[in-house]
């Protein structure tokens, strides 16, 4: 079992900046991939941008060039740094791991990003 909890949100006016971090606890020697999602009201909930083990990433390109995953193993914490932001990016943002061998999903409860125009 995997625990995440997320920290970070918050209300922003558009092309201002916020931070997101996400806690793991538990099993964590099984996660082979960490990640944010975001659920907008009335949308499907969809990928922001993940990190493997071997720092690999990858992004939306809705927010290519303006947000950037990071992780610290010692922390056994993620972060997403979140540049001019849009009112588009409003949205719940849920933190994100996958296991490996299972490919076992875990979330966290999720953290309000609100960006006015």
């Known amino acids: 079992q995997v625990q995440l909890v997320e920290s970070g949100g918050g209300l922003v006016q558009a092309g201002g900046s916020l931070r997101l971090s996400c806690v793991a606890s538990?099993?964590?020697?099984?996660?082979?991939?960490r990640g944010w999602y975001r659920q907008a009201p009335g949308k499907q909930r969809e990928l922001v941008a993940t990190?493997?083990?071997?720092?690999?990433?990858n992004y939306a390109d809705s927010v290519k060039g303006r947000f950037t995953i990071s992780r610290d193993s010692f922390k056994n914490t993620i972060y997403l740094q979140m540049n001019s932001l849009k009112p588009e990016d409003t949205a719940v943002y849920y933190c994100?791991?996958?296991?490996?061998?299972?490919?076992?999903?875990?979330w966290g409860q999720g953290t309000q990003v609100t960006v006015s125009s």
């Open positions: 994100n791991a996958i296991t490996i061998g299972s490919g076992t999903h875990y």
């Open positions: 538990g099993s964590i020697f099984s996660i082979n991939t």
């Open positions: 990190i493997t083990r071997g720092d690999g990433t």
